[in-house]
């Protein structure tokens, strides 16, 4: 392969390409590889398109932006184009947009040896159509930062950690592919000049080359998309579980303090995801629900009660992955006790003993949810007159996505004596 001199560059008019390639990650050495991404419409590959241009009398020329953004990504054998799009909402999607969601080999040939020992996690999941649901996603405030820093329709050109794939006298171009489908796909790489003459990366007859093509402007390069599925994990795969059979999440008191005789208790319990193998996936984000009721999106559940079994009232708290600061959602702004009215936040300040609210065990990559417990015979209420009460919300939707971009459903909600946090898929 010939390394353009860029010394010669000129700012004009191209009409040929000398070099065309398309290629992921950092392989530009290999040509026609194959590469597994996980088929959940979140997870990307990053993909080059490099090649250098003259002009028609073979002097090498600066390829103006204008034509730099008309390039595409395509379906190799049927140079079908590939959506393009920041929407990530098709089967096959290419953007100029990376959304923070890790790729790792690695991880996916875990998952292929999952899928030979334990098949039946992987049936349901063929039997039935993908459904990602249109749902806002809580993305890291430093992912936010970039994704924003990056603009609308802003051209990734190689930079930084990247210029290895963009040697000196060579024009790149990056994409980022995203899938949710199930069978493999071979792409390739076509730019339109001013002229209107079409280059494509996906004549097989040119043979394997390396991107200098049949020099008559016709170029071989390609990449193959394997797609693969996240496994469908049992229901105790997700959480630290109590030991006792119960099913409910492991709880662990971090704080208590006792007034007018009334107990005030804060506990903490973990969700996370556990492969069969014992191996964590990290959450990265939380999801939140985009329906009409207010509700639904609130993060804390709330219940009072009486009876045999004692008096106590109840809410929860969380804290995101990643992130320490406290998450209250939108719980009821007054409990009523013994004629007394309180702010629902003061609970939590009388069980974490007149300190600052707070999570005392964060973990990196779970979600904390934390749950105030007191003794009280209290109701929650919408004012501090007591004139309109709050009927008990004993559950909620919670959706996380973890760091590869699969998403999972769950509903949090409470048991019957409102002293235990059950998590279950949905």
């Known amino acids: 392969m010939s390394i353009v001199n860029s010394s010669s560059a000129q700012a004009s008019n191209w009409k040929q390409l000398s070099y065309f390639r398309v290629f992921v ?43 730099l ?8 054998n049927t140079s079908a184009l590939i959506d393009f799009n920041n929407s990530f909402t098709g089967d096959w999607t290419s953007s100029r947009h990376h959304q923070g969601y890790t790729w790792d080999r690695g991880f996916f040939d875990s998952i292929r040896t999952l899928r030979l020992e334990q098949p039946q996690l992987f049936e349901e999941l063929e039997n039935r159509a993908d459904v990602v649901e249109a749902l806002h996603v809580n993305v890291p405030e430093q992912i936010k930062h970039e994704l924003e820093s990056q603009g609308s329709n802003v051209l990734s050109v190689l930079a930084g950690e990247n210029m290895a794939d963009c040697p ?11 899938t949710g489908a199930r069978a493999a796909r071979r792409l390739a790489a076509r730019l339109t000049n001013s002229d209107g003459t079409v280059f494509r990366t996906n004549y097989s007859e040119v043979g394997d080359d390396l991107g200098e093509g049949d020099k008559r402007g016709k170029f071989n390069s390609s990449f193959e998309v394997d797609p693969v599925t996240f496994p469908n994990l049992p229901n105790d795969h997700f959480g630290d579980r109590r030991t006792d059979g119960s099913g409910y999440l492991r709880d662990t008191l ?10 005030f208790r804060a506990f903490e319990a973990h969700v996370n995801i556990r492969m069969p193998n014992g191996r964590k996936v990290p959450i990265k984000s939380v999801v939140h629900s ?24 109840t809410y929860t708290y969380m804290c995101y992955p990643g992130e320490t600061q406290l998450r209250m959602g939108t719980p009821p702004n007054f409990y009523g006790w013994r004629g007394s009215f309180y702010r629902s936040s003061g609970l939590l300040e ?8 707070r999570i005392l065990h964060a973990r990196a990559g779970e979600v904390v949810i934390g749950q105030m417990l007191t003794s009280q015979n209290s109701w929650f209420y919408n004012n501090g007159s007591g004139t309109i009460e709050t009927p008990n919300y004993t559950s909620m939707p919670l959706s996380v996505i ?19 946090l059950n998590l279950n898929k949905v």
């Open 402 to 420: 973890d760091i590869y971009g699969t998403q999972h459903n769950f509903r949090l909600s409470l048991n019957f004596n409102l002293t235990y």
């Open 290 to 313: 985009m329906s009409a009721d207010p509700i639904l999106g609130a993060e804390v559940i709330w219940a009072c009660r009486g009876g045999l079994n004692g008096a106590r009232c």
């Open 254 to 263: 971090v704080s208590s303090a006792t007034r007018d005789g009334a107990e």
């Open 350 to 357: 009388l069980a974490f003993a007149n300190f600052r609210p």
């Open 168 to 178: 000196n006298g060579y024009q790149c171009v990056q994409f980022y592919v995203s």
């Open 69 to 76: 953004d008309n390039i595409r990504l395509i379906d190799y």
């Open 25 to 67: 990650e950092n392989d530009a050495h290999l040509q026609n590889a194959r590469y597994p991404l996980l088929n959940n419409k979140r997870q990307q590959l990053r993909v080059t398109v490099r090649l250098a241009a003259l002009d028609a009398s073979g002097n090498l020329v600066t390829i103006p932006q204008s034509d």
